[in-house]
């Protein structure tokens, strides 16, 4: 089953500006990971949160964790149209369950 | 960089065909996965293998199989495919059994089962 979901499904912004998604999960995680994934092509990892983590940055992504909340959100500052994408919240336990991941649209 | 080679990006198979679909990757990684993604519905774990001739069950592995017997290869088997099993097949794999690390991605195989 799936273990993260993504909010919002979908997300259309204007180049240059910042774009936030958020994951929910239900159960204790030893991490959390974010991906993006192009039309039709594989996952590309971004980044890694763990558990005793709160905040990690990387370029222009930063990522938060809140374990008492059970969620995580993805930020993207100064947004470009290459960063049309797909972004998908991967939640690891034993294995790796994913959510149904966000939409992303950046218009020029 | 690790490279995940799925063998092939698109197949056609016919209904009741029995279907391979290989996967292939060059940095000793332990762990392999074979994920689905269906529109709406995310990836979905089929199976996966933390060793060779190891395999565990993920969320959805009615109607598939795997084989694992060697390190670097992982396949995913449809013993007999069937419309339902039309998706996008996704192989993954990672260094360390808890993930510790991404995973790393194939390409994808698009199978359409008519």
């Known amino acids: 089953s799936q273990q993260g979901e993504e909010d919002p499904q979908a997300l259309s912004i204007q180049e240059g500006e910042n774009a936030t998604m958020n994951c929910s999960y239900k159960?204790?995680?030893?991490?959390l990971q974010w991906y993006r994934q192009n039309s039709g092509r594989g996952l590309v990892h971004l980044i890694l949160?763990?558990?005793?983590?709160r905040e990690k940055h990387s370029g222009r992504l930063r990522v938060t964790l809140d374990t008492s909340k059970k969620s995580s959100s993805l930020l993207i500052t100064a947004s470009r149209a290459a960063d049309t994408a797909s972004y998908f919240c991967a939640t690891v336990t034993h294995d790796m369950r994913f959510g149904a991941g966000t939409r992303l649209t950046v218009k020029p | 960089d690790v490279k995940v080679t799925q063998s092939s990006r698109y197949l056609v198979k016919r209904t009741g065909e029995k279907v391979f679909l290989e996967c292939v990757q060059d940095m000793d990684h332990e762990n392999m996965f074979w994920y689905r993604q269906d529109p709406g519905l995310g990836l979905r774990l089929i199976y996966f293998?933390?060793?060779?001739?190891?395999?565990e069950k993920g969320d959805i592995p009615e109607g598939y199989s795997v084989s694992r017997e060697k390190k670097e290869r992982f396949s995913l088997i449809l013993e007999s495919a069937s419309t339902n099993q039309t998706s996008m097949y996704l192989c993954?794999?990672?260094?360390?059994?808890?993930?510790?690390?991404?995973?790393?991605f194939g390409s994808g195989t698009r199978l359409t089962v008519v």
């Open positions: 293998s933390y060793d060779v001739k190891m395999k």
């Open positions: 949160i763990r558990s005793n983590e």
């Open positions: 993954a794999s990672s260094l360390w059994q808890e993930a510790n690390y991404g995973y790393t």
């Open positions: 159960t204790s995680i030893n991490n």
